[in-house]
T-cell receptor, first 115, second 113 residues
């Protein structure tokens, strides 16, 4: 089992460029999440999905879009990248959303720099 | 009210010492409190967690202490080892379905050999 994988691992963009980050999980988890991690800010939820074909906004959704066309994949898109989107992006998945059973499994992260 | 505060921001401990990281919350709807450990270049992973009906939970060298009335909880790492050097995030979530985690800002722990 690979768990949660993310591609690419690193990316440098120029302001205004677009890109898509891909997350894949092989644990048959229903729920998937995109977080961004910034120094001193912890992990902040961007968007999440409660199942194939459904997505919802998290704490910091502006400037991002997501899609969940297949259960095992969750895509994060930046349509017009801005320097404020320079961050490390983590994808996670979980079996359930119920409190103590909601163990989140994280991918290795994508380090994105927007110049 | 949704915030989880965490301190210190960074911590340096000698090998064999005790590392203590503190967290506090305001939202009384939170009733499950996990800690995640993140090594450099890796994603976070669940380390240990506690429910508010107990005041302490211990797993090996890692202990969570929970004070419900003060709305505070802390992670204690006994006999800290260089391999414990990582960033630690506390988190909180309600037990109800459909809720999302709120993470603290993280504590970078360095254990000196």
């Amino acid at each position: 089992n690979a768990g949660v994988t993310q591609t690419p691992k690193f990316r440098v963009l120029k302001t205004g460029q677009s890109m898509t980050l891909l997350c894949a999980q092989d644990m048959n988890h229903e729920y998937m999440y995109w977080y961004r991690q910034d120094p001193g800010m912890g992990l902040r939820l961007i968007h999440y999905s409660v199942g194939e074909g459904t997505t919802a906004k998290g704490e910091v959704p502006d400037g991002y879009n997501v899609s969940r066309l297949k259960k095992q994949n969750f895509l994060l898109g930046l349509e017009s990248a801005a320097p404020s989107q320079t961050s490390v992006y983590f994808c996670a998945s979980s079996r359930t959303t119920r409190g103590e059973y909601n163990e989140q499994f994280f991918g290795p992260g994508t380090r994105l720099t927007v110049l | 009210q949704q915030q989880v505060k965490q301190s210190p921001q960074s911590l340096i401990v000698q090998k064999g010492g005790i590392s203590i990281i503190n967290c506090a919350y305001e939202n009384t709807a939170f009733d499950y409190f996990p800690w995640y450990q993140q090594f450099p270049g890796k994603g976070p992973a669940l380390l240990i967690a506690i429910r508010p009906d107990v005041s302490e939970k211990k797993e090996g060298r890692f202990t969570i202490s929970f004070n419900k009335s003060a709305k505070q909880f802390s992670l204690h790492i006994m006999d800290s080892q260089p391999g414990d050097s990582a960033t630690y995030f506390c988190a909180a979530i309600p037990q109800a379905y459909g809720q999302n985690f709120v993470f603290g800002p993280g504590t970078r722990l360095s254990v000196l050999p």
